[in-house]
């Protein structure tokens, strides 16, 4: 682990007065910041804060927001509610799923990407299928469609590439 991760979760811990009662919320940055919740910061801020290191993981493991697995730049969420799966969101997942060469158990891409999950509802009904891609929610999505919108992430990535 890299010493200026530490560093930056640091920062967070000191923006939150160190307070175990803030461990939520620090978590919640320490997560903005990095994607996910790699174990030996975990560990870290278990130990910064003097509380043990079973109770930041059990607060990590138990809401669904927290991942301890590394996501992608770009975290495609697919509505499979009621109304999304009625109007074809599995043909949106199956078709994500095949343009970026990944499973339901392996859903990150390898260069750190794109992250694709399902989700129970995104409250976007009257959209259905839905998609929401970071912020930007995508709606009546086709395959093809989803598959368009990925193509021009990828794209709009390569000119950020070549620019910097």
């Known amino acids: 682990m890299k010493l200026r991760k530490f560093q930056k979760v640091c920062e967070i811990i ?15 940055a320490v997560q903005e910041e990095y994607r996910y919740l790699p174990e030996e910061i975990l560990t870290f801020i278990a130990t910064a804060l003097d509380i043990s290191p079973a109770k930041v993981f ?6 669904s927001h927290f991942t301890l697995k590394p996501k992608g730049k770009y975290i495609v969420r697919i509505c499979d509610g009621t109304a999304c799966h009625v109007k074809g969101s599995i043909k949106l997942l199956d078709a994500l799923l095949a343009k970026l060469k990944l499973t339901a158990e392996v859903n990150t891409t390898s260069d ?31 395959p093809e ?7 021009g992430i990828i794209e709009e990535e390569k000119h950020a590439n070549t620019r910097a």
Do not use: H, W
């Open 145 to 151: 469609k989803v598959v368009t919108v990925i193509d």
């Open 14 to 28: 000191e923006a939150n007065d160190r307070k175990s009662s803030r461990l939520i919320p620090i978590l919640q």
């Open 112 to 142: 750190m990407m794109f992250t694709v999950e399902t989700v129970s509802c995104l409250g976007a009904c009257g959209l259905a299928p839905a998609v929401v891609i970071n912020d930007k929610v995508y709606g009546q999505m086709t």
């Open 58 to 63: 059990g607060v990590a493991t138990f809401y």
